[in-house]
């Protein structure tokens, strides 16, 4: 195992970077900054896996399936990150999208030694969730060998969950046992083996696509505007209320009342300005479309 690690790109040592602990900072900051302007072109050329990958994934959820991402380390965190932004930027429910970290919550925090190397746990983490056929889960290893990942993908297909892989290396054991590998090689990190850098932007932007790109799909966003928004504070409520008036062409001042009216919730608040309902009736318009703003919008006033 020892051998096979320090084969991996992404521990290799780049030499442009063997004396930056002499460099000045600015010298230093420049040398990451141009580092890190290699990873969209990375992220690029893995578009084709990844565009298939959300296809599959959102084909599921679509279909009543839950979306699920498994890490260790900074990848594990970064899975959580993504996982937890998706209540407040599309109103899903907490259960749709989640987060699987090794070692738990606490590792979200501080290292919880040992954690990523449990197989055993991952395959745990699985079951205890109770996947099955109609969900999706995602495995985040910037090595793409993490043991605790293995195990949960594998316990994943054995249930007949749809599976994916989000490495940084190529050919790697996370790839061969997934349905949808996705490899972003970035190379060797400015500090040797820091995959929290180049990796770990790469995981990030990849993780921003599929989950945004999901939640496009499911109708959660009306165009651009992320119209499912939990307004849970004054600027998300700001927010509604200027992307009611965008998208109805009303006032603000007059938009306000009707959105406070409507939960804050924006899709209600424009069918009830736009088809001239109350909120009960803009809210059966919605279920009656799949709470799809844009087929509400397209129906005939009146019909279903």
């Keep these: 195992m020892t051998e096979q690690l320090a084969a991996l790109s992404t521990e290799q040592s780049d030499p ?14 420049r040398l990451m900054n141009a580092a890190d302007a290699t990873v969209p072109a990375a992220v690029a050329r893995a578009i ?17 399936g839950r979306l699920i991402y498994v890490g260790a380390g900074t990848s ?10 998706c209540p407040p930027t599309f109103g899903t429910d907490p259960e749709l999208v989640q987060g699987v970290i090794a070692g738990g919550a606490p590792a979200l925090t501080r290292s919880v030694e040992g954690a990523e190397d449990d197989q055993a746990e991952g395959v745990r983490s699985i079951a ?5 056929p109609l969900d999706s889960v995602v495995g985040v290893s910037a090595s793409g060998r993490a043991p605790f990942v293995l195990g949960a993908l594998a316990e994943a297909a054995r249930r007949g969950a749809l599976t994916a892989a989000l490495s940084c290396n190529a050919g790697t ?18 500090v040797t083996g820091s995959t929290r850098l ?11 696509m599929v989950s945004t790109i999901a939640m496009i799909r499911l109708g959660r966003t009306y165009g651009n505007q992320m119209v499912g928004l939990s307004a849970m504070n004054t600027k998300l409520a700001d927010r509604a209320v200027r992307m009611v008036a965008g998208i109805t062409g009303i006032e603000p001042d007059v938009a306000r009342p009707v959105v406070e009216s409507a939960g804050w919730d924006v899709r209600t608040a424009v069918v009830m300005i736009e088809r001239e309902v109350g909120a009960e009736a803009a809210r059966a318009l919605l279920r ?9 919008l397209a129906a005939e006033p009146g019909g279903a």
């Design 16 to 29: 442009r970077y063997r004396r930056i602990d002499r460099l000045p900072t600015e010298e230093v900051a």
């Design 48 to 64: 084709p896996a990844i565009s298939a990958a959300i296809d599959a994934i959102a084909a599921r959820m679509d279909a009543g």
């Design 76 to 85: 594990g965190r970064l899975a959580v990150l993504d996982a937890s932004e």
């Design 128 to 132: 205890e969730l109770g996947i099955g």
């Design 173 to 190: 054991p996370l790839s061969a046992a997934a349905e949808h590998p996705i490899e972003v090689v970035v190379g060797p990190e400015v």
């Design 198 to 208: 180049k990796a770990g932007t790469a995981q990030k932007l990849v993780l921003n």
């Design 288 to 296: 009656t479309h799949g709470d799809r703003l844009d087929a509400v």
